[in-house]
């Protein structure tokens, strides 16, 4: 148990990674959207008191996960690349457009190890956008992904 005067570090913004499928793990530089879900509240007044009751509406909403990664020519370009494409096929389009969907997770770690993850589930690329291209600029080239999915935990390691 910390003691009055002791420092505790929590766990810092940075070291993490990410999984689809377990199979991949390409090199991000942002990850936002981390939220659990919201559940919407629906407010029914009262006509006699003037009070207004506040109800769960029983529909949780997830906000979707914007990735943002640094574009280097290695395999997790490719990666990226191909499950847009394959969200955005013509017969994936027929069937309402989110076919291609998978679960994943962002791996986040503390000096190396592993401390938790934020698991996503069945989720498929909204967009992707890149960069402004500029003459004489030395910033990165940069891709921001947006996934959409049906849900998303946090599970911290045992």
Do not use: C
């Not at 494409?85 to 994943?104: I, P």
């Not at 402004?132 to 921001?144: H, R």
């Amino acid at each position: 148990m910390p003691q009055v005067g002791d420092f505790w570090e929590g766990y810092r913004a940075g070291e993490f990674y990410m999984e689809v499928d377990g199979t991949w793990s390409p090199r991000l530089s942002k990850v936002s959207g981390l939220s659990e879900g919201e559940v919407e509240t629906t407010e029914q007044p009262d006509g006699r008191t003037g009070h207004v009751y506040r109800l769960s509406a029983a529909k949780v909403k997830f906000e979707p996960l914007t990735i943002e990664r640094r574009v280097d020519g290695s395999d997790d370009d490719a990666k990226f690349r191909q499950w847009f494409r394959d969200t955005f096929d013509l017969d994936a389009l027929r069937q309402g457009g989110s076919g291609k969907r998978r679960n994943g997770a962002i791996i986040k770690n503390h000096n190396g190890e592993e401390v938790g993850r934020f698991l996503f589930r069945l989720a498929w690329v909204k967009s992707s956008k890149f960069s402004d291209l500029e003459a004489g600029s030395t910033n990165l080239m940069l891709q921001t992904i947006v996934l959409e999915h049906e849900g998303l935990e946090w599970s911290p390691k045992s």
